[in-house]
């Protein structure tokens, strides 16, 4: 319930934004179209081609960042918006930067091409948010939406040699049809995109219905433009180069909040693996002992193991906290590692070390990896090595950062399986943040483990 209300009370803010940005862009056009002197075109044509290129550059970032967006979460939606911002700046590309730059601007059918592929890209975004569901062939599918795009610029461009061959009589009329058709593309989209940020509540739903409402109200400064040559500067043009901008900014903090969505559900399944590695396993001991003392088991050789098997999972319990606490960014690291080093010590019978070079950054990544591959050399340490003392540093040596947990213990000759002694889970952790991990002991010569991370 909760969440819905924040839902609808975010909609309706989004909403009451949309009205007054609305109410403030139909101000600001009524009064260029009782004013004409205001709107009055600009004979700019480095200004103009300045302003193309920065649109085929605004729509294939755009292509881009969506197309990253769809490899994270493989939605039909942002491959749509991926052919569409591909086919779009493909044309602008095509048929207005390069002819101004071999000056064939002037030809009949640049133009043409252009507008023919900003409405089919337009068609295709606008239709975005009718589409649901996901598809699994991640590369085929944006290999596909690719050759899409390439055949409707091939299909736009035999369209705009056929329209190329009308007078300029008829060009007028047709191109103020087809601006109108543009802003009516516009305007569902508007009305799509705020329709699924009412329903769903996606962040991108809401600066898509903002780009495509600046981009609405550019069409409609268009449509009222006198025709033109396309070396030529209009309102219109910085409108939508706004509504670009407000796109571009907008895919941005969606692929932000999708990693971060993925890097949530990637910390949920290691917590999830830790509790089935570590603390499960104690409570099923729990378990275990107290059917033993209800089968009848001796209460005297029972009641010992199951208060060991108690402190066991506790103290993990403790551990599991120390550690999330640190990876959640709640404690500092060398806080959160020094409480755990006071817990293990707090029965004097290991004492330890603890030295950490302030100057030393550890990412979050890195922080819950080395903490638990600490955690797990001390621990090895207290049960197996019958050490006194054990030492802790976390440091540099060189440019590179090295992690180091050493004992004066008995030491131990590795084994060929070293599974058992949980040696290959700290090489995983090691690696999964691009470290090295290597073992020094031997028996009698206590143990030393190292974890050298990569320069900072």
Known sequence: MRQGGARREAFQTFLSGEVVLVALLGAALALFLTKPSMRSPYDLPQLRLVLTSLYAVAAGLLALLTAIRFTVDKRRFDLMLSSGFSLIGLSWLVFAVGPAVVDRTENGLEPWGCMGGVLIGWGIIAGAPLVRGGVERTSLDLAEALLAALIGLALVWWLS?????????????????????????????????????????????RWLALGATLTLFASIDFVFEPVVAVRYVTQGDFLRLLADAVLVVGVCRAILESELGRAVAEERARVAREIHDGLSQYLFAVSTHAAMLEAGAPVAETVPKLRDA???????????????????????????????????????????????????????????EVFRI???????????????????????RGAERLVEVRDDGDGFEPPADTAAQGLANMRQRAAAIGGVFSLSTAPGRGTSLQVVLRAQ
Not at 189 to 200: E, I, Q, W
Not at 374 to 396: C, D, F, K, P
Request: aromatic share 6%.
């Open 161 to 205: 040699s056929r329209a190329g061959l009308a007078g300029v009589g008829r060009a007028s009329g047709a191109r103020s049809a087809a601006l109108s058709s543009l802003a009516l593309l516009n305007l569902v989209g508007v009305v799509g995109f705020a329709d699924r940020y009412r329903r769903l509540g996606e962040d991108l739903d």
């Open 310 to 368: 108690v402190g066991a999972a506790q103290s993990e319990a403790r551990f599991a906290v120390l550690a999330l606490s640190s990876a959640a960014g709640r404690a500092p690291f060398d806080a959160a590692l020094r409480r755990y080093v006071d817990f293990l010590t707090a029965d004097a019978a290991l004492e330890v070390e603890l030295e950490i070079d302030a100057d030393v950054r550890l990412a979050p990544d890195e922080q819950i």
């Open 374 to 396: 600490v955690q797990e050399g001390l621990a090895n340490t207290r049960r197996h090595a019958h050490a006194r003392r054990a030492w802790v540093s976390i440091g540099r």
